[in-house]
C-alpha cells in the first residue's frame, strides 16, 4: 500500500495477557517511530528506529514494552502482562531518511488497544 | 507541565468562515514547528513544517505562521469546509531525527453547515 499500515485496528486483551502491535512503513522510509495516544491527548513517543538500530527507547514506560524492526521494514511493538493503564491508541510512523531535518512522519491509522 | 500549549482547546465555525488556531511552546531551542491534522480514528496527517528561520508556510487553505522570539505560532484556516472538521496538533521538534517531537494536545475544530 501506499502508507503506513497498522495492524490490527483494534484490540481487546485481559489484564495480564501479552499484545503484539504491527507496523508496515512505507516502503524504504528509514525512521520508523512508535507513539502512545490517550484519549483527546496528542501521541507521546515511545521509540525510534533508524532501520534496524532502536536508537532511541526512552519514551518507553516500562520494561514490559518492547518494540523490534529485524531486518529495518516491518516493526512489532510487544507489551507484556497488559495493564489497565496501557489502554491507549498506539501510532506508528515513518519518515524517508534520518537527520534530514524537514521531513515529514507519515502516521499509520494505530491500534486501539483495550484492556479489560 | 506540557511545553507545547495549543488554543482554543475546541471551536466550533460555521462552514465558509475563516478561523485561527493558537499554539504557544517553550520548548528550546528547536529545529521545526509543524502542524498535523488528525481526523478521528485516523492517525495525523502532516499539514506544514517550518524552521526557526521561515515566518509563514501555506498548504492550500492552510496557512501557518511562525514567531521564534515571542515562541508563538498559528494555524490560519481560509474558507473553512466540513471536512476540515478534526483535531489541528502542533508540533515542535528539537532535533532532525525526528525522535524528539513534542506534541501540543490539539485543537478539536468543529465546521458546522
Known amino acids: 500500500g501506499a502508507g503506513v499500515s497498522q495492524s490490527p485496528r483494534y484490540k481487546v486483551a485481559k489484564r495480564g495477557q501479552d499484545v503484539a502491535l504491527r507496523c508496515d512503513p512505507i516502503?524504504?522510509?528509514?525512521?520508523l517511530f512508535w507513539y502512545q495516544q490517550a484519549l483527546g491527548q496528542g501521541p507521546e513517543f515511545l521509540t525510534y528506529?533508524?532501520?534496524?538500530?532502536?536508537?532511541?527507547k526512552s519514551g518507553l514506560p516500562s520494561d514490559r514494552f518492547f518494540a523490534e524492526r529485524p531486518e529495518g521494514s516491518v516493526s512489532t511493538l510487544k507489551i507484556q502482562r497488559t495493564q489497565q493503564e496501557d489502554s491507549a491508541v498506539y501510532l506508528c510512523?515513518?519518515?524517508?531518511?534520518?537527520?534530514?531535518?524537514?521531513?515529514?512522519?507519515?502516521f499509520g491509522d494505530g491500534t486501539r488497544l483495550s484492556i479489560l | 507541565k506540557n511545553q507545547v500549549e495549543q488554543s482554543p482547546q475546541s471551536l466550533i465555525i460555521l462552514e465558509g468562515k475563516n478561523c485561527t488556531l493558537q499554539?504557544?511552546?517553550?520548548?528550546?531551542?528547536?529545529?521545526?514547528l509543524r502542524w498535523y491534522k488528525q481526523d478521528t480514528g485516523r492517525g495525523p496527517v502532516s499539514l506544514t513544517i517550518m524552521t526557526f528561520s521561515e515566518n509563514t508556510k501555506s498548504n492550500g487553505r492552510y496557512t501557518a505562521t511562525l514567531d521564534a522570539d515571542t515562541k508563538q505560532s498559528s494555524l490560519h484556516i481560509t474558507a473553512s469546509q466540513l471536512s476540515d472538521s478534526a483535531s489541528y496538533i502542533c508540533v515542535v521538534s528539537l532535533n532532525n531525527a525526528g525522535n524528539m517531537l513534542t506534541f501540543g494536545g490539539g485543537t478539536r475544530l468543529m465546521v458546522k453547515p
Open positions: 510512523a515513518s519518515s524517508l531518511v534520518g537527520e534530514a531535518g524537514n521531513q515529514p512522519q507519515h
Open positions: 516502503s524504504g522510509h528509514v525512521s
Open positions: 528506529f533508524q532501520n534496524e538500530a532502536q536508537l532511541d
Open positions: 499554539c504557544n511552546y517553550t520548548v528550546s531551542p528547536f529545529s521545526n
